[in-house]
């Protein structure tokens, strides 16, 4: 019986996935040793990162493949905004700028955008994430900074979906029904562990925010 795309897709990039989640920044962030702009910094990156994502998903969504996974009201872009507008009023636009790591991954973004597999990874790597830890890291936060409702930690609220658990399934689901042969099959899995480094490396550029507020 074959293993479910889902299944091995998790699998294989588990260690990938802890590695993501280690990094300093996020450690010293969840310490509450962060101030509301250093806390900002992340979410800057995050604007540029999900700008780029929500844009491929609109121009992905007629596509046979690619559309399964385009979720308009996954779209993060407004919530970010919100949030911006928070830590930092409404000039928040003049405060941020993507950093290199950031730019990086937002060029392979773009760059695989024409290929369903390719959109499918990057999405999957933010939106599983998403909807998995980042709950967690939203509970966190809320503690930290009193965020609630309206600005803050927006980003990591779903209402739109309801269930949460329920949509994940279904997502999965929707996995393992494409028709991928083995070697599409590996080329997703390499391009999500990819996906998960250049996240990586957009959080350890922010250690020099950690450095900052040691």
Do not use: C
Not at 12 to 27: I, K, M, P, R, V
Not at 77 to 99: H, K, N
Not at 107 to 125: K, M, N
Not at 154 to 182: C, H, M, Q, V
């Amino acid at each position: 019986m074959t293993t479910p795309f889902s299944e091995t897709l998790r699998n294989a990039t588990w260690g990938d996935h802890q590695s993501a989640e280690s990094e300093g920044y996020l450690a010293a962030l969840m310490g509450g040793r962060l101030s509301e702009h250093e806390y900002g910094e992340m979410v800057a990156q995050h604007y540029f990162a999900y700008v780029a994502l929500d844009g491929v998903s609109r121009r992905l969504a007629g596509h046979p493949v690619a559309g399964g996974f385009v979720f308009p009201e996954l779209y993060r872009e407004p919530a970010l905004a919100r949030d911006l507008t928070t830590i930092y009023g409404p000039a928040w636009r003049d405060r941020i700028a993507a950093s290199k790591s950031t730019r990086t991954l937002v060029a392979r973004i773009e760059q695989v955008s024409d290929w369903p597999g390719g959109y499918i990874a990057h999405h999957y790597t933010r939106y599983l994430g998403d909807l998995s830890g980042g709950q967690f890291i939203r509970m966190e936060l809320q503690k930290i900074y009193g965020y609630g409702e309206g600005g803050g930690v927006d980003f990591y609220r779903f209402d739109e979906l309801g269930s949460l658990p329920r949509f994940k399934n279904e997502y999965r689901a929707r996995l393992d029904a494409l028709e991928l042969d083995e070697q599409e099959r590996q080329r997703i899995i390499r391009e999500v562990k990819l996906a998960y480094q250049l996240n990586t490396e957009v959080l350890a550029e922010l250690k020099h925010v950690v450095k900052t507020a040691a």
